[in-house]
């Protein structure tokens, strides 16, 4: 060695095994939500879609009360104004209404509904799903065959027949949106399932004497939380378009209830004329789904496990 | 072994067989019939090569898979055959350890969680939960701070530990060890067998140690089984089978072993098998193991060699022997 | 001997979100015409990044060459374009890899595979290239080579698939065989033909092979030179006989102590190493290995050792090398022996 000069004595000490902490762990600690979101946090695009849901979501709550109308009063001296003066900031509409309450307040209720029939599609497509792919077998071949007869309806036609069965609301919409909305859920939480079940840890609770319930609640769906939360966010926007689509055709809420459906329904009819009536409510809509979108994408990039090393 | 003497077998395997149906009428015949018996405080091998239904025997025993026919007795019980409170002792006295680190601890659980899960399911309430976890921590080398981490912050061998850790809260007398270091690096693999170890000689217990390293499975048994294409070739005590392999399977295995001495190259025999492992859903006639059998004769291909005992102790399926 | 391959203090590293994981950290060797060099160590240690970054398989990103050159036959690897690199890969340099389905296309047929490396670097037709190839099949002992030209890859078992990704390895006579791991994923008796056959063919076609690998067993029973290699650096090299016979690095002890011994008794227990390896995303100041070393002394805390030469071919990075630890190293030695 050419550097022997420079060393003394002293260093060449024995010390011995240092590593008293050999047990320590090598990672720092990052939890698997922290991961995601260190993932999540590199794709632009998601976190410009979050940025935008939680803009619109702000306005959809506090935005009605920012000037002094409310969504339903008519004002039939000013119809149809497409600029802003008095604090109609996004002018009226064809019955003077303020158009920026209804905007927002339709923007709330579209939102809820494709919140509520997202909920009920996690409800009955986990539950579904989980043990479809849990138990295989007969089970799993009967609920199969049962959402294959369910698939090949068209949905539309269920819809149909349920919101005549039902008063047209938001509980209905909902309802009908999660009638076929739970499907893809339980397929998703089917395959993941079924793929889990034969990992090891599942198959040491079963050894320690584990009750089906507790390897379902317990082991199987935390670990499908994550596809579950990309489908979820990938719903929304399909929630929120098929409601519009069906306030569109008129099957939804009816005016003078709002929703981003009724009002680009009740645009429509002023295109030509006003279609600050029409482009208002379908740029909040467009937005919302654009916005869903990115994000689904981003924490797909985040969640996936393949993604994973 | 002092052990294997006039002591009543802890667990008798006689003539299982586990059949698997794939793909319409076709049956993967996994383990076709095999016997052995395992007494307290030894620990059995059990070695074959990937195929040969070294596992399914190990999951058929605790009651992963129902068997086909056959009967696997446990402290004088079949424990197919259990039901409510007797199934719930079995689970806690008969316990596994699993070969994937990496796939044998839930990632969304906390350490904690994951030893105490039999203490929770068998409701163990003697001490406080976490007083008991943390004891278990400690007997596999881990400490406290371990207990509110997550699996993924943990190595292999850790990992492999904390699995040992959850096997033993419930305190079982029998544990089936499924490949439990093949997916280990080498010096993590010595840590875990240690651990193993020590384990029997301060609790008694008894290991069925499957894997498919011959000289770690050497090392930690008292007597070895080699199976192939799901029936038990041979079976003697390890040295008797290291030393004097009778079956022609036994011996390709173990000279295909290859031995980290450079100086030992030239001077070792090899019986290099030719060809494949056969299908276990189509095997040979006969003999399974004729196919490849460098001293196949004529009745290997008509006749199953029976399962007979040698030597004392010793025994081997083949016609060579009779 | 020559050296056809000279890999010198080569850097590595890999750019995570997390930071710079310094995978291969100054790792230097070289391979002789012909010779069998086995790289030994655990999981993490950087030896399949080594053996990648030389065939440039490593993307950039998230990897990236940092230091180092590859000079094969003298011209240096790391340099070259994505272009010229085509013409080294399977024709100069050809590689084997652990999981067998995995690097093989299971949409088309194990003949075309290989035809297509002949055709690309041999310039044959295509009725030649396909005889070439069946000779291949039938050089690394797959049986009707004619017929199972035409098979796919799930057709074939994990050892024949093996075979097959050796002949479309050596189809192109290649003189380097990089074999990451090649028998890890196949049984012992599968293994022990695969090795035959590795040997037999380098006997026969002069290819020097460079074995990734984490079984002492198989380095014992192929190499000529090993290279141990511990959190992306080499801790030492030397000849096969040298290394098994009086291994200098703590390190190299630890992993022999750690498997059993043939003879081993039962009542004896194995001596693992304590701990794991370092995390490359911050790698310690002085010796990767001196935290779980039971020799280390107080330099290793404080400056990595250099690789030294201890005979002509054997080296080692440890400070108990130094003149200035001579009696501490007789002291261990003699420690080590008497257990």
């Known amino acids: 060695m050419s550097t022997e000069k420079t060393y003394t004595p002293d260093l060449f000490e024995p010390i011995g095994q240092l590593d008293k902490r050999a047990e320590q762990l090598n990672r720092k600690q990052v939890g698997v939500w922290k991961d995601a979101w260190l993932r999540f946090k590199q794709n632009k695009g998601a976190l410009l879609g979050l940025f935008l849901v939680l803009v619109i979501g702000l306005l959809a709550i506090f935005g009605p009360l920012i000037n002094d109308y409310d969504w339903s009063s008519q004002n039939v001296t000013i119809k149809n104004q497409d600029t802003a003066v008095d604090g109609h900031y996004f002018g009226t509409d064809h019955a003077g209404r303020d158009l920026w309450q209804r905007v927002w307040y339709g923007a709330k209720v579209s939102l809820m509904i494709a919140f509520l029939a997202v909920f009920l599609d996690v409800i009955i497509g986990v539950t579904i799903g989980g043990i479809s792919g849990y138990f295989g077998g007969r089970v799993d071949a009967v609920i199969q065959r049962f959402i294959e007869i369910i698939y090949s309806i068209p949905n539309l036609i269920i819809i149909i027949l349920l919101i005549m069965l039902m008063e047209p609301g938001i509980w209905a919409i909902a309802i009908s949106i999660a009638m076929t909305g739970w499907v893809p859920m339980s397929r998703i939480v089917r395959a993941q399932v079924l793929k889990l079940r034969s990992q090891e840890y599942v198959l040491a609770a079963r050894t320690l004497g584990a009750s089906h319930k507790r390897i379902l609640l317990k082991h199987l769906i935390p670990n499908v939380i994550g596809p579950i939360i990309i489908a979820v966010t990938f719903s929304i926007p399909s929630a929120i378009f098929f409601e519009a689509f069906l306030s569109f055709i008129g099957l939804g809420l009816r005016p003078p209830e709002a929703s981003l459906g009724v009002l680009i329904s009740e645009g429509n009819g002023f295109m030509q004329l006003s279609p600050h009536n029409l482009i208002w409510p379908a740029t909040v809509l467009s937005i919302l789904m654009f916005a869903f979108n990115m994000i689904g994408d981003g924490l797909r990039d985040a969640l996936d496990p393949r993604m994973k090393k | ?322 | 001997m020559s050296k056809i391959l000279d890999v010198r203090d080569l850097h590595v590293s890999f750019h995570t979100y997390s930071g710079e994981v310094k995978a291969v950290r100054g790792v230097s060797f070289d391979v002789e015409k012909g010779q069998t060099l086995a790289i030994v160590g655990e999981s993490g240690c950087g030896k399949s990044v080594t053996s990648q970054a030389i065939m440039k398989l490593i993307l950039t990103p998230p990897g990236e060459y940092k230091h180092g050159e590859v000079l094969y036959n003298g011209k240096d690897l790391v340099k070259m374009s994505e272009k010229e690199m085509e013409q080294i890969r399977g024709k100069e340099i050809a590689m084997i890899f652990q999981d067998p389905m995995t690097s093989l296309n299971p949409t088309m047929t194990v003949g075309k595979q290989i035809v297509e490396g002949i055709i690309k670097h041999q310039k044959l037709s295509k009725a030649e290239a396909k005889e070439k190839a069946i000779e291949m099949l039938k050089l690394v002992g797959i049986p009707s080579p004619e017929s199972r030209f035409t098979q796919y890859p799930h057709q074939f078992s994990g050892g024949m698939r093996q075979r097959a990704m050796i002949a479309i390895a050596l189809s192109c006579n290649p003189n380097v065989l990089i074999a990451d791991e090649p028998t890890t994923a196949l049984d012992v008796t599968i293994q022990a033909q695969i090795m035959d056959l590795m040997k037999d063919l380098q006997a026969r076609l002069g290819t020097s092979i460079i074995l990734i690998t984490h079984d002492l067993g198989v380095v014992a029973e192929t190499a000529d030179r090993v290279v141990v290699m511990y959190a992306g650096k080499v801790v030492e090299s030397g000849t096969i006989n040298e290394i098994f016979a009086e291994p200098r690095h703590p390190y190299t002890w630890g992993l022999m102590n750690s498997m059993p011994k043939l003879n081993q008794d039962r009542s004896e227990e194995l001596s693992p190493i304590p701990g794991a390896p370092p995390d490359l995303l911050a790698p310690p100041k002085g010796c990767a290995f001196a935290a779980r070393c039971k020799y280390a002394m107080k330099i290793c805390q404080e400056v990595d050792p250099e690789l030294t030469e201890h005979s002509k071919d054997h080296r080692v990075a440890c400070w108990l090398e130094h003149p200035m630890a001579e009696a501490y190293r007789k002291e261990v030695v003699e420690g080590r022996e008497s257990v």
């Open chain 2, 1 to 322: 072994m002092s052990a294997t003497e006039k002591k009543e077998p802890i667990l008798s395997v006689k003539n299982v067989k586990k059949h698997f149906q794939v793909g319409g009428k076709k049956i993967l015949k996994a383990v076709d019939g095999i016997s052995f018996d395992i007494y307290p405080g030894e620990t059995l091998g059990l070695v074959g090569e990937s195929g040969c239904g070294k596992s399914t025997v190990g999951r058929t025993l605790i009651r992963l898979y129902n068997a086909t026919s056959g009967e696997v007795s446990f402290k004088g019980k079949n424990v197919h055959e259990l039901k409510g409170k007797e199934l719930k002792q079995l689970n806690r006295s008969m316990q596994m350890i699993f070969q994937d680190p990496y796939a044998s601890l839930n990632p969304r659980m906390k350490v904690m969680d994951i030893i105490a899960e039999g203490i929770d399911i068998h409701g163990l309430n003697g001490k406080k939960r976490e007083d008991r976890v943390i004891e278990l921590l400690e007997t596999v080398g881990l400490n406290k701070s371990h207990a509110t981490r997550f699996p993924h912050e943990f190595s292999g061998g850790q990992r492999q530990r904390i699995g040992i850790a959850r096997a033993l809260a419930v305190e079982p007398d029998f544990i089936i060890a499924d490949e439990p270091i093949s997916a280990l690096d080498v010096s993590v693999q010595a840590q875990v067998v240690n651990l193993m170890k020590k384990l029997q000689r301060e609790r008694g217990l008894t290991y069925l140690f499957i894997a498919h390293d011959l000289s770690m499975v050497k090392y930690i048994s008292d007597r070895v089984g080699v199976m192939y294409l799901g029936n038990l070739v041979e079976l003697a005590d390890s040295d008797e089978m290291y030393d004097n392999p009778l079956h022609p399977y036994t011996q390709a295995l173990l000279s295909a072993v290859p031995i980290a001495d450079p100086s030992l190259k030239n001077e070792r025999e090899r019986v290099i098998l030719k060809g494949d492992v056969p299908s276990p859903i189509d095997p040979p006639s006969g003999c399974k193991f004729r196919t490849r059998c460098p001293q196949a004769m004529d009745i290997c291909a008509s006749t199953i060699p029976e399962w007979k005992e040698i030597k004392e102790k010793h025994f081997v399926a083949c016609h060579l022997y009779n």
